[in-house]
């Protein structure tokens, strides 16, 4: 399969059909991008790296990271987590507060920002310096020291944190947050403004498209059912109220974050991030989408 090839044809059709929407803007910092920047970069099970674009420029993953945490927490916590969240789609926005109180302080699934919450909560029990464990957690699945805090974003983001913290509060009411508030909120602000490459992003993931074994850390990450778990998460909940559509388009398990990245895996093949700052009003990345969507037309598979 020349991937090379054929992630260069879907990068010259979505720039010629330049279908454009709006970077996120409720974190300030974020709306400095250059929105023209587009990069696609794709990991075979071999290790071999293919890309195209900006596919080597560093970006804000933000929820992306909501992948990486949960990976943690699942190895150190197992069948405890379930619950504190459940793995329901949830079909409302990202920051939706509405359905937790309906449900109790117990979050659809891990990837809605009340999720993640819970998630990032849990591993500031178990970790002392958890953004360090998260960063290094991050760099050995990369199998390279790639990731870096930007600053910036994160105080941004911290400056404009009123739903967040809207929900971390709602959470401790229904005694579903152990530590305090703004502890956990710092430590969630420090992993959603970390930055990396799509292709960094591609190998960072790849452990999910090789039944759970990481050949960039030399290692089983998670065991082969764990890793089919993660995905069958990231197909139903990774897109919150897109996820159907996402599924129906691209056929692939992924999650997307408001820097305009979208990380995927097709499972025994290969794992991919495609970034473009632009947004549909779901908040997910408009040209990231439309190349996956063309990617597996192209390709001729999903995972269906
Ligand atoms: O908590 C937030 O709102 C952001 N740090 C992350 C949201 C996000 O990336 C949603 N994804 N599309």
Known sequence: MDYQKIIEEVYQEVQS???RGKVA?????????????????????EGNVFGVGDYEVPFSIQSISKVHTLVMVFHVFKSKLWSRVNVEPSGNPFNSIAQLEFEKGVPRNPFINAGALVITDALCSKFENPIEQI?????????KSCVRINSSVKESEKNHA???TALAYFLKAYQNFENEVD?????YFSHCAMEMSCLDLARSFSFLAN?????????????????????ALMLTCGF???????AFRVGLPGKSG??????????????IAVWSPELNEKGNSVKAIRALELLTDKLSFSLF
């Not at 803007?25 to 099970?45: K, R, S």
């Not at 960063?135 to 199998?143: D, K, P, T, V």
């Open 17 to 19: 059909e330049n279908k």
């Open 25 to 45: 803007d409720y974190i300030p910092e974020l709306a400095n991008v250059n929105p023209d920047q587009f990069g696609i970069g794709l990991v075979d099970l």
């Open 258 to 271: 408001v820097g305009g990245g979208v990380a995927a895996v097709m499972p025994h093949k290969f794992s």
């Open 162 to 164: 009123e739903r967040n």
């Open 211 to 231: 039944d759970g074994y990481s050949i960039f850390a030399n290692r089983e990450i998670v065991s082969e059912s764990h890793a089919r778990r993660i995905n």
């Open 135 to 143: 960063s290094a957690y991050i760099n050995e699945l990369s199998g």
């Open 240 to 246: 919150y109220d897109e996820a159907g559509e996402f």
């Open 183 to 187: 502890q956990v909120l710092d430590v």
